[in-house]
């Protein structure tokens, strides 16, 4: 399935609002689901329990954004420059030769004591999959399979990880039903097909393994952020404040994947609609719509803070200072991060590379200079992810001007 020719301006912000809420609603579904599991998991299971949980959770997020290899952005990019759609079978191909492998791992770490981390492995491979299915909808503009697909997916992430919650209420147990079961709904994925229908022969060149380089490097220091915490504060010993980063990376990560989707929405329409839609978001009236979203995020933020203080500050008494600071940041992340797709329209993967190394020194010292401190922790990284994108936006803003 090809995109629709764009038409006037009108038109345009038409399809995006249409595209855009077609996205959101299947993501606040699947996020939705996500949610429940984990905040009932977090009820339910002791507190040593819902550590282990909050482990694999972090685990599968960073492996499967480990295991794209910046695989995603670059099939949408020359997909959109060329309309080649042999690019996707050959990204479906390597993701398949991956989960394999990705086992093997799981099954050698399980043995030797790393649980957690082996599953999370293993399902960060699987996870892989589905993302990849996902994305390829997505590039290809197939918004019907997309929504059918994403559907089906949190239909049956609710159901098995309910009725893992219930009836074996375990971290492996939830882990399995959220992040495996879930992977029939790529039945409903017309993307998922496209290798056994046959399409373009593609040969992979050496342009598109360095933009994919640099993609990755980006990418994998961006993940790590949110979840390399995890690692800091279990040198702590301290399963509560582990516990709780848990709960609050359940309801302050959504921000970022429900942004994650509308760049995959923005990304490729701006690699086709002439640089209209870009030139709308530099704009004064673009800088404007995006102070507005900001601030509506932290109003959605407080309120959410005083219904976590509310449910959870028996549990976790030091909940409620760290997940504003931890929201705000993801807040001030992702509405800033959306001018960063200039990134691909320009052909500037390096740029965003280069930021990323500064990112993951930021990275690097945290994990020596800051204590195991909830706050503390939480507090560096919001700044890092915000300053980071900052910085990336201000050099973006100079080419745009040339």
């Given at each position: 399935m090809t995109a629709r020719p764009l038409g006037s301006l009108g038109r345009l912000l038409a399809e995006i609002g249409h595209r855009s809420s077609q996205v959101f609603f299947t993501t606040v579904l699947i996020q939705a689901a996500t949610f429940v599991l984990l905040a009932t998991s977090a009820l339910v299971l002791p507190t040593e329990q819902s550590a282990a949980l909050s482990l694999i959770v972090a685990t599968t997020m960073l492996s499967s954004a480990v295991l794209d290899f910046g695989l995603s952005t670059t099939t949408t990019r020359h997909f959109g420059k060329t309309r080649d759609d042999g690019i996707f079978s050959a990204a479906f191909a390597v993701r398949l030769a991956l989960v394999p492998i990705a086992c093997i791992a799981c099954a050698l770490l399980w043995l030797s004591g790393a649980k957690e981390v082996g599953l999370g492995l293993g399902l960060g491979a699987l996870q892989n999959v589905w993302n990849g299915a996902r994305a390829t909808d997505q590039a290809r503009q197939d918004y019907e399979s997309f929504l059918r697909s994403s559907i089906a997916f949190a239909i049956i992430r609710m159901a098995a990880g309910l009725t893992a919650v219930v009836l074996m209420p375990v971290p492996v147990a939830i882990a399995v039903a959220m992040y495996a079961l879930p992977l029939l709904a790529t039945y409903w994925s017309s993307s998922a097909r496209l290798p056994r229908r046959g399409s373009t022969p593609f040969a992979w060149n050496r342009g598109l393994t360095r933009y994919s380089a640099y993609v990755y490097v980006a990418g994998m220091s961006f993940v790590a952020l949110p979840y390399a915490p995890q690692l800091i504060l279990s040198s702590g010993n301290n399963d509560a404040t582990m516990a709780t980063y848990g709960v609050?990376?359940?309801?302050?990560?959504?921000?970022?994947?429900?942004?994650?989707?509308?760049?995959?929405?923005?990304?490729?329409?701006?690699?086709?609609?002439?640089?209209?839609?870009?030139?709308?978001?530099?704009?004064?009236?673009?800088?404007?719509?995006?102070?507005?979203?900001?601030?509506?995020?932290?109003?959605?933020?407080?309120?959410?803070?005083?219904?976590?203080?509310?449910?959870?500050a028996g549990k976790y008494p030091n909940i409620l200072p760290s997940f504003l600071v931890s929201f705000v940041g993801y807040a001030a992340t992702a509405t800033i991060g959306l001018y960063s797709l200039s990134i691909h329209t320009k052909g500037l993967p390096e740029l965003n590379a280069a930021v990323s190394v500064l990112r993951l020194a930021s990275l690097f010292l945290m994990s020596i200079l800051i204590p195991p401190s909830l706050l503390a922790v939480v507090s560096y990284v919001a700044v890092a992810m915000v300053s980071s994108e900052l910085i990336l936006a201000l050099l973006l803003a100079r080419r745009m001007t040339r």
């Open positions: 609050i990376l359940t309801f302050s990560g959504a921000i970022n994947l429900i942004f994650f989707s509308l760049r995959s929405v923005l990304l490729p329409m701006m690699l086709s609609a002439d640089g209209r839609l870009e030139h709308a978001l530099w704009s004064r009236r673009g800088l404007v719509a995006t102070t507005c979203l900001f601030a509506s995020l932290v109003v959605v933020g407080i309120v959410l803070a005083v219904g976590m203080q509310f449910l959870y």
